[in-house]
Every structure is written in structure tokens, then in C-alpha cells.
């Protein structure tokens, strides 16, 4: 199971941590992902990390958002900094059991319920 914390009201330049805690089995080794996506539209890839911490980003977030997973504690953060418009999703943690990054939604089975980043002045 994943929970998606910390989404909520930014303004634009501001900054807001997503969490996505696991439970029910551990995914110290399962790459990790964040979508996101708005109404009438396709779920969109924002960035992935793998086991070891390798990750990859989307070319509309590099740069402004930073992933980063604690093994430990069974929980992957997504830092977002430098917040527009267009970041306003619902924001999706994802867990695939593979040591490669894929873009596709499909490919990761398991998924957290969502939570609300809304960038508004």
C-alpha cells in the first residue's frame, strides 16, 4: 500500500514536500515514481528513482523538483520548489519491482490514492 502526504495550496515560486509512505510489504528495492494528472487528461511521468537513488525527470519539472527515498523508513519525498501554474495536479506515488526507470504509467501495478498540489495566487 502507498499514502501520498503534503500536497495542499502553493503560490507560484513557492514550494511544497510530497511523501509517499509504504506499508504491507517493503520496496527498499522497487523504483519508485510520482505522476501526476489533471481532468480529461492522460496521467503524465514527473520523475522516478531507482533502489541505489538514480533518478530521472521529466523535462518540465528538471531542475525545480528534487525525488529522494529513505529505505529505512520506507518512504519517498518529492521536493517541489519554484511551483507554476501548471504544476495544479493530483500528484500519484507509484512503485514498479524493477531496477529500471520506465515512463509509463502502465508499467508500475502499484499506486497510491493521490493528493491535490493546486498553484494559485
Known amino acids: 500500500q502507498l499514502v501520498e502526504s503534503g500536497g495542499g495550496l502553493a503560490q507560484p515560486g513557492g514550494s511544497l514536500r510530497l511523501s509517499c509512505a509504504a506499508s504491507?510489504?517493503?520496496?527498499?528495492?522497487?523504483?519508485m515514481g510520482w505522476f501526476r494528472q489533471t481532468p480529461g487528461k492522460e496521467r503524465e511521468f514527473v520523475v522516478a528513482?531507482?533502489?541505489?537513488?538514480?533518478?530521472y525527470y521529466a523535462d518540465s519539472v528538471k531542475g525545480r523538483f528534487a525525488i529522494s527515498r529513505d529505505n529505512a523508513k520506507n518512504t519517498v519525498y518529492l521536493q517541489m520548489n519554484s511551483l507554476k501554474f501548471e504544476d495544479t495536479a493530483v500528484y500519484y506515488c507509484?512503485?514498479?519491482?524493477?531496477?529500471?526507470?520506465?515512463?509509463?504509467?502502465?508499467?508500475?501495478?502499484?499506486w497510491g490514492q493521490g493528493t491535490q498540489v493546486t498553484v494559485s495566487s
Open positions: 528513482i531507482t533502489w541505489s537513488g538514480i533518478a
Open positions: 507509484a512503485a514498479r519491482d524493477s531496477t529500471s526507470i520506465v515512463a509509463g504509467p502502465n508499467a508500475y501495478p502499484h
Open positions: 504491507g510489504r517493503t520496496f527498499n528495492y522497487y523504483t
